[in-house]
């Protein structure tokens, strides 16, 4: 191979070196810093960029998208002496690509270590119920503490979240025996509430029951009362007429009384379930003749009635004289 040609080989292989040290692309979701004689002097955005040769070179390549960093898993001793195992997530943003670049070394590094010690001392400062359910709360505190640290670096935190939360096996073994307690303890308050209602429901209906019977036999004593007062006034009307009957002169009024007070007495003896036997008066007779004046009585309220009461009433006849007392016998009873 001659002089010439290889020349012109080693003209396009440095022409093209040179091109591809000048002409830089930036990827979307990412930044390049530019150094010049190893000082920072610009950041390139996404898209192509041109550099000077031999004088400017790309710096870091920055991510710019967002991140999640793995927080390990260690244990932490609570405020009340409990030792607990923790792990977290954290979600980063690079804002500033020159501070993330220059200002901090091994950017996910520093910031894992950063979550591990405030974690450390956010769950130590709270006790072991607290720490299982107040998740929120140690999320928050985190995230303030952590975004804080983390601005003079150009990230941003956006938000941390605990991933996994393991007590020690006696006090994971004692919840579950609180749990168990506690459930069981709603179930005996709900079935008394149960109970409860059920005997609130009985007692109602036994009320509303005793209401409605005392108004039944508040509707019935008014009625007997009402009957009562009937019978009342109808016995008095009765007495008024036969006392006008006796102060005209009239017998058979009299007769009457002496009548119906013999029979009720003759019959309430009757009706008497102790009595085997019953034993006939000797003056029957006197009653027949008793019975016919009644008659008589009621014959004359007719006519009476009729007349209009213009005229005086006849006077009566009197009753027939009994008749010659018997000597009393036994009439047997079937029982």
Known sequence: MDLPNLFAIVLVVFAIILLFSVVKIVPQGREFTVERFGKYTRTLAPGISLLTPFVERIGRRMNMMEQVLDVPQQEVITKDNAMVKVDAIVFIQVMSASAAAYRVEDLPYAITQ???????????????????????????????????????????????????????VDITNAMARQMKAERERRAVITEAEGEKQAAIARAEGAKQAAILQAEGRKEAAFRDAEAREREAEAEARATAMVSEAIARGDVNAINYFVAQKYVEAFGELARNPTAKTVIVPAEMGALVGTIAGIGE??????????????????????????????????????E
């Open 297 to 334: 009585l009621v014959n004359l309220a007719g006519r009476q009635q009729q007349a209009g009461g213009s005229s005086a009433p006849p006077r009566s006849t009197p009753p027939a004289p009994p008749r010659p007392p018997r000597r009393p016998g036994s009439v047997p009873m079937t």
């Open 114 to 168: 950063l979550c591990s010690t405030n974690l450390r001392t956010v769950v130590g400062s709270m006790d072991l119920d607290e720490v299982l359910f107040q998740r929120d709360n140690i999320n928050s505190r985190l995230l303030t503490v952590i975004d804080a640290a983390t601005e003079p670096w150009g990230v941003k935190v956006n938000r941390i979240e605990i991933k996994d939360l393991t007590p020690p």
